[in-house]
């Protein structure tokens, strides 16, 4: 059979879309870049709704991109007064784990200028425009209002001299609206000022009747932040946090905070102290915060047996630990530990009553205790170890550990449990054993701290009972840790 030769044509088409392959995939990738690139780009406006009359505040445009932007053109403000600006920053976005390689260098540009609110009335901002790419982006229009100071909903506080309503207050925040029954709730408390020059000298606690609560530390200075509340711009700062937690269920209040401040303020002229030669002077200010309402749900209907109150998510294991050569002996020492892990109302949690077997020697527990308060309600951290003496050798099997306790995130009850360890005792030193069951106790009754004496021979004293001693007794005084005779 003659063999057919290609056509020269052919040949040729065919060189042709290797060579363009890599091309084609070449510029595909380029285009899907640059789709990806201008998909990612952001570009707007912000601007409080509201701003008070007299009140300095900010225009900003905020560009977020993988791209730089170029040739930025602001839109008409010469209706509005400007203080000062643009200022421009830029920064990095963090790259967070399982972002694509793309948003990991995410940049965002912000151009912000300074305002007063001088004249009261209706405002729109134009659209702001940039080129990213060789693209033109441009903002929305956005509308404020400039109002009169006092038509504003100011919060509760002074108004001491030099102190306008308003420029201070106390503002008592909850992370959560509504909780369940015994569900930790945290409360802060921020104080807002347009005088940054203050102190905190005194607070008088809320007086809470249907929590208990826990308050958290404040670790060092208080830091200012800059906070745009009702459309004014104030300095915040966090000064109170504690931990509530609910005694009973339906619409709870919050009662108010009160705490004082010496605020110095600056000395009006024709006020100078010649003596002194302050240029401040000292004002007190007595603010209090309004009270919050809480909203309690019950708890579910159709609690486990178990069930003791316990609030929010915990873990349970448990260790034992044998002699260093991993043999279980008779009158040797076992450790029995387990750990207890979680966040809530952790001061509920009580460790179950285990029963060990007749023939182990079961030692009151100890309890190491490395519970931590957060933001969160307390995070429990305890361990519970039992010295056991095993008696007898055999098979035996040391108690599991269970408990319920309400998840208020997956809103059932929920069980933690151990399995019951399988124990096999093997014979140990004879001489230890006999001397450990000549001491030990009968089962379920502690030994006596002072053993009963009797007379010698059975006989009887005047009386006829076999006391020894019939007109005196031994208490244990606890608190002078001495022991005193008494009388019949």
């Known amino acids: 059979m003659t063999p057919v030769t290609p056509l020269p044509y052919a040949a040729a088409a065919a060189r042709t879309r290797r060579k363009a392959a890599p091309l084609l995939l070449s510029g595909m990738l380029l285009l899907l870049s640059l789709l990806s690139a201008h998909a990612q780009v952001s570009f707007s406006t912000h601007v409080p709704n509201v701003v008070a009359l007299g009140d300095n505040y900010r225009i900003e445009f905020v560009l977020t991109g993988t791209q730089d932007g170029e040739n930025f053109h602001a839109p008409d403000l010469s209706a509005l007064e400007l203080l000062f600006g643009p200022v421009v920053q830029s920064r990095q976005a963090p790259a967070s784990a399982g972002t694509s390689r793309s948003a990991a260098h995410q940049k965002s540009w912000t151009h912000t200028y300074t305002m007063r609110?001088?004249?009261?009335?209706?405002?729109?901002?134009?659209?702001?425009?940039?080129?990213?790419?060789?693209?033109?982006?441009?903002?929305?229009?956005?509308?404020?209002?400039?109002?009169?100071?006092?038509?504003?909903?100011?919060?509760?506080?002074?108004?001491?001299?030099?102190?306008a309503s308003g420029d201070m207050f106390l503002r008592a925040v909850v992370n959560k609206g509504s909780v369940y029954l015994q569900e930790p709730v945290l409360v802060s408390l921020y104080v807002?000022?347009?005088?940054?020059?203050?102190?905190?000298?005194?607070?008088?606690?809320?007086?809470?009747?249907?929590?208990?609560?826990?308050?958290?530390?404040?670790?060092?200075?208080?830091p200012l932040t800059t906070d745009t509340y009702n459309g004014r711009i104030y300095a915040r700062a966090l000064i109170w946090q504690l931990v509530a937690y609910p005694q009973k269920s339906g619409t709870l209040t919050i009662p108010a905070f009160g705490?004082?401040?010496?605020?110095?303020?600056?000395?009006?002229?024709?006020?100078?102290?010649?003596?002194?030669?302050?240029?401040?002077?000292?004002?007190?200010?007595?603010?209090q915060s309004a009270p919050l309402s809480l909203t309690v749900k019950p708890l579910p209907e159709g609690a486990p047996a178990d069930f003791d109150g316990l609030v929010g998510q915990y873990a349970v294991s448990a260790q034992l630990t044998p002699p260093k050569d991993g043999v279980i002996r008779e009158a040797e020492t076992l450790a029995y530990t387990f750990r207890v892990t979680g966040t809530g109302n952790t001061k509920l949690f009580h460790m179950?009553?285990?029963?060990?077997?007749?023939?182990?020697?079961?030692?009151?527990?100890?309890?190491?205790?490395?519970?931590?308060?957060?933001?969160?309600?307390?995070?429990?951290?305890?361990?519970?170890?039992?010295?056991?003496?095993?008696?007898?050798?055999?098979?035996?099997?040391?108690?599991?550990v269970h408990f319920s306790y309400f998840n208020p995130a997956t809103e059932r009850y929920e069980q933690v449990h151990t399995n019951p360890v399988p124990v096999q005792v093997q014979a140990g030193d004879p001489?230890?054993?006999?001397?450990?069951?000549?001491?030990?106790?009968?089962?379920?009754?502690?030994?006596?701290?002072?053993?009963?004496?009797?007379?010698?021979?059975?006989q009887k004293n005047r009386s006829g009972s076999n006391?020894?001693?019939?007109?005196?007794?031994?208490?244990?005084?606890?608190?002078?840790?001495?022991?005193?005779p008494g009388s019949n």
């Open 431 to 458: 001489k230890r054993k006999a001397a450990l069951k000549k001491s030990s106790a009968p089962a379920g009754k502690p030994a006596p701290l002072f053993p009963l004496i009797t007379p010698p021979d059975g």
């Open 117 to 163: 609110a001088s004249r009261a009335g209706r405002y729109t901002i134009g659209p702001a425009s940039v080129q990213v790419g060789g693209k033109t982006y441009r903002t929305k229009p956005v509308t404020f209002r400039i109002e009169a100071a006092k038509s504003l909903d100011q919060p509760p506080g002074a108004s001491p001299s030099g102190i």
């Open 352 to 400: 179950p009553e285990l029963t060990f077997p007749d023939s182990f020697e079961a030692y009151a527990p100890t309890e190491q205790d490395k519970s931590t308060l957060s933001t969160h309600g307390t995070h429990l951290q305890r361990q519970i170890e039992y010295l056991l003496v095993p008696l007898d050798k055999g098979s035996y099997t040391l108690p599991g």
């Open 259 to 287: 705490y004082d401040f010496e605020v110095y303020l600056p000395v009006e002229k024709g006020e100078e102290d010649l003596f002194s030669g302050s240029s401040t002077r000292k004002v007190k200010v007595s603010l």
């Open 192 to 222: 807002y000022s347009r005088r940054t020059n203050m102190a905190g000298v005194n607070r008088t606690p809320p007086r809470f009747t249907d929590f208990i609560t826990e308050e958290l530390p404040q670790n060092g200075p208080t």
């Open 467 to 484: 006391d020894l001693f019939p007109r005196i007794k031994l208490f244990f005084d606890p608190d002078q840790m001495i022991l005193t």
